[in-house]
């Protein structure tokens, strides 16, 4: 394991990504109750943010972009040139494909490969905000943490955002603002210095808001999937977040390492952890017809289970796995590593 990795972390990663896979696959409205992914990895990314901010921030901000853009674009490449295949005529928006501080645009057509791309957006503004919030975050930690969720309830209660690329990046940003703080509080160890009296109370409250929230507007939001409901998530994530952080340093949990496979395969994940997160989705697209070729193989069609959605969910597995071999090398050369098949 490299050094300054933090296995707990490392694991959480990993069991992100598979629930973001495992989420498209099945479509689960109830997947992000389990585990709400993108409030652990926007967490998780915010610790990282914070201890890279030792360093002077323009320098910390140049090192995240250029390893977040070169992926972005060798995989938007392959997506843009589908969609100009497919009858898309981009006008001057397609900028946001070199740079995506706003949603790129697209077709009908590539939507299912494009729209993921909301996370990375989300992502390279925090990362730019950084430096701000965390000096913010640090003139009174406990106050600006608890502050954080007040965007999400006034976007929804009070102001409601643009319909729009600027509004669609307000939302995301309230939403995933109190994980992203609550990285800078376990990185400077305001988390770990409170008692679990104040904690676990305020976690479960906020799970119980956020739950509520989520069942209660079901007739409105048409479901109860957190993903189409950002207050529901905002106050999930936010207690489910602060949960496992605060377990991690209360209690520090041992990751077990003897596991060699399991070990090396939760390493392959957070090195290529862009790689899968982009190409997931066309995997899983690739899956479909690649399945309807198997039925045209009486064996297959008799032995396996090719209407199963947990066989699509394999198959594109496989396809992912092809693609980190592909495509993986891109994120070393973002990084400045030598290129490897696997890390």
Not at 30 to 38: D, H, I, K, R, T
Not at 181 to 196: E, M, Q, Y
Not at 281 to 287: D, N, P
Request: one cysteine or more; a positive charge.
């Amino acid at each position: 394991m490299p050094a300054g990795r933090d296995r707990y972390f490392d694991v959480l990663r990993a069991v992100a990504l598979v629930r973001v896979v495992a989420y498209h696959t099945f479509g689960w409205a109830w997947a992000g109750l389990v585990f709400p992914s993108m409030g652990v990895m926007f967490g998780l990314a915010g610790t990282l943010m914070a201890r890279s901010l030792r360093r002077p921030a323009l320098t910390v901000i140049r090192s995240r972009v250029r390893r977040l853009l070169p992926p972005f674009w060798f995989w938007g490449v392959f997506v843009v040139g589908a969609m100009l295949l497919h009858g898309w005529m981009p006008g001057r928006q397609i900028l946001y494909w070199v740079v995506p501080l706003g949603d790129p645009p697209g077709n009908a057509w590539g939507e299912q490969a494009w729209e993921i791309v909301w996370y990375l957006r989300t992502y390279l503004w925090f990362v730019l905000l950084s430096p701000l919030l965390l000096r913010i975050f640090r003139l009174a930690p406990l106050l600006v943490l608890s502050a954080s969720l007040a965007p999400v309830l006034v976007f929804r209660f009070a102001w409601q955002p643009p319909d729009d690329r600027l509004g669609a990046a307000l939302w995301d940003l309230a939403t995933f603002l109190f994980c992203w703080l609550l990285g800078f509080a376990h990185h400077d160890g305001v988390l770990a210095r409170l008692k679990p009296a104040a904690v676990v109370p305020l976690a479960l409250a906020a799970l119980a808001c956020g739950g509520w929230y989520a069942l209660a507007h079901q007739a409105e939001y048409g479901t109860y999937d957190l993903d189409e409901n950002p207050l529901a998530q905002a106050f999930w994530s936010a207690g489910f977040v602060t949960l496992l952080m605060y377990a991690k340093g209360r209690f520090p949990l041992a990751v077990p390492a003897r596991h060699r496979r399991l070990d090396r395969l939760v390493t392959v994940f957070n090195a290529r952890a862009v790689t899968i997160y982009l190409w997931h989705e066309i995997a899983l697209v690739l899956a479909v017809p690649l399945i309807d070729r198997f039925w045209e193989v009486p064996a297959f069609e008799a032995y396996l289970p090719l209407d199963s959605q947990w066989f699509l969910f394999g198959v594109g597995w496989v396809l992912i796995a092809v693609f980190v071999l592909l495509c993986g090398w891109v994120e070393d050369v973002a990084a400045r590593r030598k290129p490897r098949l696997l890390p």
